[in-house]
């Protein structure tokens, strides 16, 4: 059993992020929002960008969200202890509305500038994790290339209807001049 680092009434300080957005300029369009594909018989069609495709009807924007994670330690008073097994959890900041928070002890430091250092150990992985996530879409040629060909398989399509739709109109017109 262990025994529990801080008291009741002590102050201890948790380190936490404050999430930052900014955007860059798309990796695969340069910012231009279009992408140029050549297929296979050497035609090359200029398609939407796929990399800063926001997704639904929305158009590329030609830059992709970027996160940066600051480092913030906040103070707390400990309000309560739980003890269970190995882990002792800490009732934080209790007040008489019955509002508190809940953290393990591995979460908390006994001065700001623990805090910090222990929430920037974890910070560039936190952040690369993000931002990995938000370029997801870039460097996918295989789905540029999919709607490229999706999109002029479309054209043709629509355009044999279009010409088949044109043809019957004559036809009509033509039996009508009669
Ligand atoms: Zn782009």
């Known amino acids: 059993m262990k025994s529990p680092k801080y008291a009741l009434g002590d102050t201890v300080y948790r380190g936490s992020y404050e999430r930052e957005e900014h955007y860059i300029t798309c990796p695969d369009c340069g910012g231009t929002r279009r992408i140029l594909v050549t297929l296979h018989d050497g035609t090359t069609i200029t398609v939407e960008c796929g990399g800063c495709y926001p997704g639904g009807c ?63 150990q974890d910070r560039t992985a936190q952040e690369a994790e993000q931002n990995k996530r938000l370029m997801a879409k870039t460097k996918d040629a295989k789905s540029w290339a999919w709607n490229a060909t999706y999109h002029r398989r479309q054209i043709k399509t629509l355009e044999r209807e279009l010409a088949s739709h044109r043809e019957k109109v004559q036809i009509c017109e033509a039996q009508h001049e009669v």
Do not use: F
């Open 58 to 120: 929305e158009p590329s924007t030609g830059r992709i969200k970027q996160v940066t994670m600051n480092c913030r330690a906040k103070a707390h008073t400990v309000t309560g202890v739980s003890l269970r097994g190995d882990s002792v959890e800490y009732q934080l900041d209790a007040d008489a509305a019955g509002n508190y928070s809940l953290a393990d002890e591995h979460e908390l430091y006994t001065t700001r500038e623990e805090a910090l250092g222990g929430a920037e």
